[in-house]
């Protein structure tokens, strides 16, 4: 095998082993190959993925951002908040995810400008902002708004079979795809990533650079976080905890290294992919939730570890 | 001791690297392996070390056979290499680095005291006593870590000693303790390899020489009984050229005008002007501050004091994106931590500076981009199979091309260069020196670091001698010659 060929199974191991889950899924469970089970399991995918698309920019830079889980409800809440108080609903999905774009571009100041280690940094936003979620919403769920526009976002259906998650997920998924492949910031998220030294001595506004990951990860998780109302029709102010590791399994899943540099989105999706498949899959055989968080985290340990070998 | 490695074959997936390569050497002697960049010089010593293993070939020691896995088998047989990359783990002390994975140790515990004393005389022995033991490795200069490296090589007590282009981050002080070191070691009789693309080192300290042409053995020749032409032909496989490419340039309005400058404590009192299509050297011990200057200039360091005019009109690049709107170009010292993203491909380093080019509206245009770095590929003739490929698995002074080619797709009004030819083989450094000429004449002011001395006085007009952070003197380059400015260097002015 030549180390071109050895590359490029190695790139698609993630797929390969999706495809594995799925085909030994539907011989398990006759349920799961059905349109609707799969179309179910997008959307259930979808909140992750657009989460997890985020965080693989950030990855990409070397970094981390836990805070996404806490972004996603200061989100969500002030979303609800707005609609509850009578504004355009529009305008409050925009405003939401605007309010997420910001509250990432501080995680990003702090790690450019302020040069605390993301792990910190984010660690720290991740504690504020969900206590700032609970005092808007003096720490219950909001509810009691209503609007077409707006519950379509997340239960909607595009041509009554495609749900609009999935449409939002698979835009994103083009977009960052674009982005990362052909222009010329995503040249520069690799090049900071990959050696950020180099890159400055290059001209690359490396602050710059970061600071903009950082934001789309913010917005990013904002996003997640409409879909995640508009789903439950309520905003809680504990959501998305966890979500934070969730995404990060799928972006290591799909074989974006943490070290910064090296990575694609198609892996991300299907990182994504992988970790709800499973869930669906052991939901529908019946499998205690306790078991399933075993299973899902031998899973992503042994597909790091093959990824591991086989980089040797 | 004899070690002698025959019919050695080593490929990468499909690319041979090496075929049928036979190369002995013994104790008391230096021999030295030439080839040109990519011919396989450091893969065949990293096979004789343990890093690779063979695909096919044996070694031999004393005319036994042995089979050599890891680097610590070699370790064990007394084979020790100094690398041409550097490897020192930047976050541990240099008496850690020096002892790694064998640290002295009492009741089990790691002695630091005798390892700081013991790392002290090693450093001592290579002319770097001055470097503290216990400071971390990675905020020493790349000739100081170089020095560190061949300590530590020393340390192992070696009965063949490998070094991989030693010299190319040392300037000529200590260079000349280290052939000392080399020519004592030979006495006691232990074997060196010396790799090196220095053409007056070879003929200067080595016995023995092999050469290697495109992973092939093309021959071996007793020193005394060889010269410059003959090896470049085995190397080439044809006659090269002159190997400093005449210049005729009238240079033109002053480009590039420094006055007093000052940085935070490595510099002060800099005042020189180049003119368009000038080549100013910059020469000097390790140490006496030749990047820094060029680093201020460059928006890296901060200025604390003094003037920078750009066609007469001053600049003040508080970071190197400034500059480089300006239109300064810097090739750095150190390819692999400041001119390469290693990860990335050829393609994607290559236009890493200027891809603004090849974008509009911030989407890059794929085709010509790849046209661009097609004939940059072509014009410095890197070797590469593929631009997709990734820069690191490029030979060393393929890589220090990239580093060039970044700079070239848009030629700059004042280029830096510091060391822009380290690592890279003659012919090579010919086509670098065509390069350097190339852009002097169509207008730009070029700056030019370099330990080479020849190199300095072949490629310059003027030469700027640095001494402790201040400037020594400016020779004209076709009337001065190495002993001025060595004098200068060294602060005998
Ligand atoms: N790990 C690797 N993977 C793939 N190709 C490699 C690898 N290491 C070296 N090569 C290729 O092997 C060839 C020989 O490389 P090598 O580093 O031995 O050359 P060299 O003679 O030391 O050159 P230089 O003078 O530039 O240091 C080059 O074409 C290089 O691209
Ligand atoms: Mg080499």
Redesign the pocket.
């Known amino acids: 095998m030549t180390p071109q060929q050895k590359a490029t199974l190695q790139k698609l191991g993630p797929f390969i082993a999706l495809m594995v889950v799925c085909v030994g899924l539907a011989f398990m469970s006759p349920d799961f190959l059905t349109v609707g089970n799969l179309m179910n399991v997008m959307r259930q995918v979808s909140i992750n993925a657009l989460i997890a698309f985020g965080m693989t920019l950030v990855i990409l830079l070397g970094g981390i951002d836990l805070s996404v889980g806490s972004i996603l409800a200061v989100s969500s809440v002030l979303t609800a908040m707005l609609m509850k108080a009578g504004y355009d609903p529009v305008l409050a999905t925009l405003v939401g995810i605007l309010a997420g774009a910001l509250m990432g571009s501080v995680n990003g100041l702090i790690v450019a400008k302020g040069k605390v280690a993301p792990f910190i940094a984010t660690l720290g936003m991740m504690t504020v902002l969900r206590g700032t979620s609970l005092v808007l919403s003096n720490g219950s769920p909001i509810t009691g708004f209503s609007s077409d526009f707006f519950s379509t976002l997340g239960g909607g259906y595009l041509a009554g079979l495609v749900p609009v998650p999935v449409v939002w997920t698979l835009l994103m998924f083009a977009l960052f795809w674009f982005v990362l492949k052909k222009t010329v910031f995503g040249r520069h998220v690799y090049a900071t990533g990959g050696n950020p030294e180099a890159a400055r001595l290059s001209g690359v506004k490396t602050d710059r650079v970061q600071i903009w990951v950082y934001t789309i990860s913010g917005a990013m998780a904002a996003m997640a976080g409409v879909v995640l109302t508009s789903r439950l029709n309520s905003a809680q102010p504990t959501a998305g905890v966890g979500y934070e590791l969730d995404a990060i399994a799928a972006v290591v899943l799909g074989g974006t290294s943490l070290a910064g540099g090296r990575g694609w989105i198609f892996g991300t999706l299907v990182g994504a992919l992988l970790i709800g498949v499973l869930n669906n899959g052991l939901n529908l055989m019946g499998v205690s939730s306790f078991y399933q968080l075993i299973v899902k985290g031998a899973v992503i340990l042994l597909a790091v570890l093959l990824d591991r070998a086989g980089k040797r | 001791m004899q070690v002698a490695m025959a019919g050695i074959n080593k490929a990468?997936g499909p690319?041979r690297?090496l075929e049928g390569v036979d190369f002995s050497v013994a104790g008391g002697e230096i021999h030295a392996l030439m080839?040109e960049?990519?011919?396989?010089?450091?893969?065949l010593m990293k096979i004789l070390c343990g890093v690779y293993s063979a695909d096919a070939g044996s070694i031999t020691v004393d005319g036994l056979p042995v089979n050599i896995r890891s680097t610590r088998d070699a370790e064990e047989r007394g084979i020790a290499i100094i690398h041409?990359e550097l490897n020192l783990i930047p976050q541990l002390s240099v008496m850690e680095n020096l002892f790694l994975g064998r640290e002295p140790r009492r009741f089990g515990v790691i002695d630091s005291g005798r390892m700081r004393r013991e790392a002290g005389v090693w450093l001592q022995k290579v002319g770097a006593g001055q470097i503290d033991p216990t400071r971390e490795a990675g905020t020493l200069s790349i000739g100081q870590q170089q020095l560190v490296e061949i300590a530590k090589a020393l340390s192992l007590n070696a009965q063949v000693l490998i070094m991989d282009e030693p010299t190319a981050a040392l300037t000529e002080h200590e260079i000349a303790t280290l052939f000392q070191i080399m020519a004592d070691l030979k006495a006691r009789g232990v074997a060196i390899v010396y790799v090196s693309?220095r053409m007056e080192e070879i003929f200067k300290i080595c016995d023995k020489i092999s050469v290697?042409r495109d992973g092939s053995f093309v021959g071996e020749r007793v020193i005394a009984e060889t010269g410059f032409d003959e090896i470049v032909k085995l190397m080439v496989g044809r006659e090269l050229g002159e190997r400093f490419p005449a210049r005729e340039v009238t240079p033109g309005e002053v480009r590039l005008k420094v006055a007093d400058l000052s940085d935070e404590g490595n510099i002060s009192g800099i005042g020189f002007e180049v003119r368009a299509g000038e080549v100013m050297g910059v020469a000097g011990l390790m140490g006496a501050g030749r990047s820094e200057i060029l680093k201020t200039l460059f928006g890296v360091n901060r200025a604390t004091c003094g003037q920078i005019e750009l066609d007469g009109k001053p600049v003040v690049p508080r970071d190197p994106g400034e500059a480089i709107a300006a239109g300064i170009g810097f090739v750095t010292e150190d390819r692999k931590s400041q001119g390469l993203v290693l990860g990335l491909s050829v393609r994607e380093n290559a236009t890493l500076v200027h891809l603004d080019e090849y974008a509009r509206g911030g989407v890059v245009n794929g085709r010509a981009e790849s046209a661009a770095v097609q004939q940059l590929i072509g014009e410095l003739r890197i070797?590469t199979r593929d631009a997709e490929l990734d820069v690191k698995?490029?030979?060393?002074?393929?890589q220090q091309k990239v580093v060039f080619a970044k700079w070239l797709a848009k030629p700059p009004r004042v280029l830096l260069l510091d060391e822009p030819t380290r690592?890279v083989?003659v012919g090579g450094k010919a086509e670098i020196y065509h390069i350097i000429n190339r852009l002097a004449a169509a207008g730009t002011a070029i700056v030019m670091v370099s330990s080479e001395l020849p190199e300095v006085l072949a490629m310059s007009d003027r030469i700027l001698v640095m001494h402790q952070g201040r400037q020594a003197a400016i020779f004209d380059a076709r009337t001065t010659n190495q002993e001025e400015i060595m004098t200068a260097a060294t602060g005998g002015l």
């Open positions: 990468f690319v690297v080839g960049n990519g011919a396989g010089k450091s893969t041409q693309h290697l070797r698995s490029l030979s060393g002074g393929n690592g083989d």
